[in-house]
């Protein structure tokens, strides 16, 4: 790029596709990861519904995807994210791995966020008759409130450095423009300003969940 005015037009389309893709994988991290999140908590807590094979077997299928880097995730599942999404490159695409991935990460930190609950005001509500369910909707989740919402500002800053390296294989966004026009193009310009972008971004998701978290404290 010769300059910024040639540069805006790429930029602003990489965001919207970044915007894209964190929207879609977060949504489904939530949608997905919480309730996985609430079951490895429950089956392996002694005092609510301790279940030792069940949770061993959601420990395993969690921590074999976390082992994959994200790179060869998503050139592995490429003829699923193919298949399901009817496209091989471009955002929507690239969310499918983005999903998979961030799934087990932030079921992982809903679960560390369970365990930072105090077994006292469980086993009260154990005591006082109430069932598991009504245990974990009205007692772990406003407990864990805050630890919850750091670790959705946690799982969306993984989502966004993810979709940076989905760039490599044409999942558009800010990391698909710094390496096809930034790396491949020998662009100083544009790779120095996708990496201030980039950090920029970060900074405001970090600031946005600080900022939602200590409200939800001063409640």
Request: no cysteine.
């Given at each position: 790029m010769d300059n910024f005015s040639q540069l805006w037009p790429l930029l602003y389309r990489a965001l919207l596709e970044t915007a894209l893709m964190v929207s879609i994988s977060i949504f489904f991290a939530v949608l997905i990861g919480l309730p996985l999140g609430i079951l490895l908590y429950i089956t392996q807590h002694p005092l609510l519904f301790k279940i030792k094979p069940l949770n061993a077997t959601l420990g395993w299928l969690v921590n074999i995807v976390r082992s994959f880097p994200f790179?060869?995730?998503i050139v592995a599942i490429m003829p699923f994210a193919t298949w399901l999404v009817n496209a091989s490159h471009g955002p929507v695409f690239a969310s499918v791995a983005l999903s998979i991935a961030a799934?087990?990460?932030?079921?992982?930190?809903?679960?560390?966020?369970?365990?930072s609950v105090g077994d006292g005001v469980i086993e009260?509500?154990?005591?006082?008759g109430a069932p598991i369910y009504l245990?974990?909707?009205?007692?772990?989740?406003?407990?864990?409130?805050?630890?919850?919402?750091q670790a959705i500002?946690?799982?969306?800053?993984?989502?966004?450095?993810?979709?940076?390296?989905?760039?490599?294989?044409?999942?558009?966004?800010?990391?698909d423009l710094a390496i096809r026009y930034?790396?491949?193009?020998?662009?100083?310009?544009?790779?120095?300003v996708t990496v201030i972008v980039l950090v920029i971004i970060v900074q405001i998701v970090q600031w946005a969940g600080d900022f939602?978290?200590?409200?939800?404290?001063?409640?």
């Open positions: 790179i060869i995730l799934v087990p990460l932030f079921a992982r930190l809903v679960e560390s966020s369970f365990n009260a509500s154990i005591a006082g245990i974990v909707t009205d007692v772990l989740l406003p407990e864990a409130k805050n630890s919850i919402t500002t946690l799982t969306i800053i993984s989502i966004i450095a993810f979709s940076a390296t989905a760039g490599v294989v044409g999942g558009g966004g800010v990391g930034g790396y491949y193009r020998y662009d100083t310009l544009t790779m120095i939602i978290s200590n409200r939800a404290e001063e409640r």
